[in-house]
């Protein structure tokens, strides 16, 4: 069994910093892409960044140059750092991880971008 938990959500002013991190625990064999989705109020899940066990990143490009994704093997975790958050960021942001032959999903963290 493997879960995945986020955290670092909240209510932040536009303009402003959050970090978000997602870990993984269970039974874990090699865990391969990890991937930050989000999902805005009466949208879509869309993917926003993702890393792969190589350490290549890919990022949409309305997040591009604003948030910065890395990883730590050791610890089985992702991170999101979001910088010049926009009230347009507002949303709930999933993890998600490939292990092994499996896809994870964490039950998601809330930002909230408002003034």
Same mark, same amino acid.
């Given at each position: 069994? $493997? /879960?995945? $938990?986020?955290?670092?959500? #909240?209510? !932040?002013?536009?303009? @402003?910093?959050?970090?978000?991190? *997602? $870990?993984?625990?269970? +039974?874990?064999?090699?865990?391969?892409?990890?991937?930050?989705?989000? /999902?805005?109020? @009466?949208? /879509?899940?869309? &993917?926003?960044?993702?890393?792969?066990?190589? #350490?290549?990143?890919?990022? *949409? =490009?309305? %997040?591009?140059?604003?948030?910065?994704?890395?990883? =730590?093997?050791?610890? +089985?975790? %992702?991170? &999101?750092?979001? +910088?010049?958050?926009?009230?347009? =960021?507002?949303? %709930?942001?999933? *993890? +998600?991880? /490939?292990? @092994?032959?499996? =896809?994870?999903?964490?039950? @998601?963290?809330? !930002?909230? !971008?408002?003034?």
């Amino acid at each position: 069994q $493997v /879960q995945l $938990v986020e955290s670092g959500g #909240g209510l !932040v002013q536009p303009g @402003g910093s959050l970090r978000l991190s *997602c $870990v993984a625990s269970g +039974n874990i064999s090699i865990i391969y892409a990890m991937t930050w989705y989000r /999902q805005a109020p @009466g949208k /879509q899940r869309e &993917l926003i960044t993702s890393t792969t066990s190589g #350490g290549g990143t890919y990022y *949409c =490009d309305s %997040v591009k140059g604003r948030f910065t994704i890395s990883r =730590d093997n050791a610890k +089985n975790a %992702v991170y &999101l750092q979001m +910088n010049s958050l926009k009230p347009e =960021d507002t949303a %709930v942001y999933y *993890c +998600n991880a /490939q292990i @092994g032959p499996a =896809d994870y999903w964490g039950k @998601g963290t809330l !930002v909230t !971008v408002s003034s």
